[in-house]
């Protein structure tokens, strides 16, 4: 598989770049509707830009190891 257009690697950490903090790193997720997640994701095809949007409410999240 090869990508339409090769860019440049946005997955490298640009030093310049602000960093926000992680505001829920002590949060207890106690009830449904309290946290939410969400990711937009940007995929170039032939003819243009497809979106991919994913959200879930994170009280069903369970880490796995």
Not at 3 to 12: A, C, E, K, Y
Not at 31 to 55: F, S
Request: hydrophobic fraction near 45%.
């Amino acid at each position: 598989m090869q990508p339409f257009i090769q860019g440049s690697n946005l997955s490298r950490r640009q030093l310049k770049e602000q960093v926000y903090p992680y505001l829920l790193r002590n949060l207890a997720v106690a009830y449904p509707n309290h946290v939410w997640g969400i990711d937009i994701t940007y995929i170039r095809m032939q003819k243009g830009w497809m979106y991919c949007i994913w959200w879930q409410s994170w009280i069903g999240i369970r880490a796995m190891s």
